[in-house]
């Protein structure tokens, strides 16, 4: 993702106390690169015109909005599979880390809410993810679909 797209703000407002105070939005960041309100506001990535070139190899795909990664993925996913996500795999967005810091919250409560960077999951199998990340460069396999042997459908390791 390039950002928090339209999750969380109700957290970013409550945390940082912005109905009593604006001023941080207006306060630039240098590990940012640019004020903290327009971070919060880059516009969505259009996810389509790159879906539309690999469609053919998705086997499943889950918009990751409000409620995360756990939230969101196990809908896209049958009752008897999980999905084993490796949070080694990629680089969590300095927007993040910055807000978690802010607003003084735990891993979890990140996760429960923000896309923390990933703001599309595909599902594909392991030779079609090769292919997809020959014609899409950008993407990178975040984990593994399993046989679902516990409660949860999506597991952090």
């Known amino acids: 993702s390039n950002g928090v797209h339209t999750n969380g703000f109700s957290l970013i407002r409550n945390k940082l106390d912005l109905d009593n105070d604006l001023n941080l939005l207006n306060k630039y960041f240098g590990e940012l690169e640019c004020e903290l309100g327009q971070a919060l506001t880059i516009p969505h990535r259009p996810y389509q015109p790159l879906i539309k070139q690999i469609k ?51 891993d979890d409560e990140m996760f429960r809410v923000f896309n923390m960077g990933l703001g599309m999951i595909l599902v594909a199998s392991s030779e079609d993810a090769k292919n997809i990340q020959a014609i899409l460069p950008e993407v990178r396999v975040v984990g593994e679909i399993r046989e679902r042997k516990e409660d949860e459908q999506v597991i952090f390791v």
Do not use: Y
């Not at 809908?75 to 949070?87: E, K, N, Y």
């Open 56 to 106: 053919m190899s998705i086997k499943s795909m889950a918009h990751i909005t409000g409620g995360g990664i756990a939230e969101n993925l196990p809908r896209s996913l049958p009752d008897d599979l999980c999905a084993a996500i490796d949070l080694s795999s990629w680089d969590i967005p300095i927007l993040f880390k910055l807000l978690q810091k802010l607003m003084k919250v735990d």
